[in-house]
Each structure stands twice: as C-alpha cells, then as structure tokens.
C-alpha cells in the first residue's frame, strides 16, 4: 500500500512541476505535452482515491468507491492489452507495476456487494 502512494506520489510531483514550469512560459497557458506516464498516473490516482489510499481532493477526506476503484483498475488493465507492443520498456514497466500495485490493494480491500471477474 505505502510502494502505490510513493509511486503516485512521486509522478504526480514530477507532474505538477511539469506543469508549473509549462504555465510560466510568456504568462500564458501552454497545456503540457501529452505524456503516456502522466495519462497513467491520473488514472492511477483516481484509483488510489477510490480504493481510499488518498484523500479525495474535494473532500479532503478518505473515501472507498470500490466499483469505481474497479473501473479505473480494469480500464488501466484494458490500456495494458490495447497498447501491448507499442510502449517503450520503461512505459511497459511503469504500466505493470501500477497495476500489481492497484491489483494488491483492491484484493486486500473487503467488499460487500461487488462482482469480482
């Protein structure tokens, strides 16, 4: 649990600060490059969010939404099978290990009333 808030937590800093630096260019907004890492990421910390492992930013407050943490796992699991061989090693990696990360919490979670496939 605390190796999927490192990880996220690290590439949502090294995210922001992209951001940060992209904003600063001429006073004008300059939207980032896309970036597989980064699409991943926000997707990884919605789910981290959902699993209740962060606190929901609106909320300021932990919550489990675990058919959404579902969704997001499955969806970044269907991004997997769809972009296999197309992805740089690191990116390939960096996929994978996000989704064993989310997969063990998921697993570690208990749940009432979710279909598990």
Do not use: C, H
Request: a negative charge; zero cysteines.
């Amino acid at each position: 649990m605390d190796e999927i808030k490192k990880s996220s937590d690290e590439s949502w800093k090294e995210a922001v600060e992209k951001e940060k630096e992209t904003l600063k260019k001429d006073g004008k907004f300059v939207p980032p490059q896309p970036d597989f890492n980064f699409f991943v990421t926000t997707l990884s910390l919605q789910a981290s969010i959902a699993l209740g492992e962060m606190p929901n930013p609106s909320t300021n407050k932990k919550e489990e939404d675990l058919a959404q943490a579902k969704f997001l796992i499955d969806t970044l699991g269907m991004l997997k099978e769809k972009t296999k061989g197309n992805l740089s090693t690191e990116e390939a990696n960096f996929l994978e290990n996000i989704l064993y990360e989310l997969r063990m919490v998921y697993v570690s979670k208990p749940r009432e009333g979710i279909k598990n496939d």
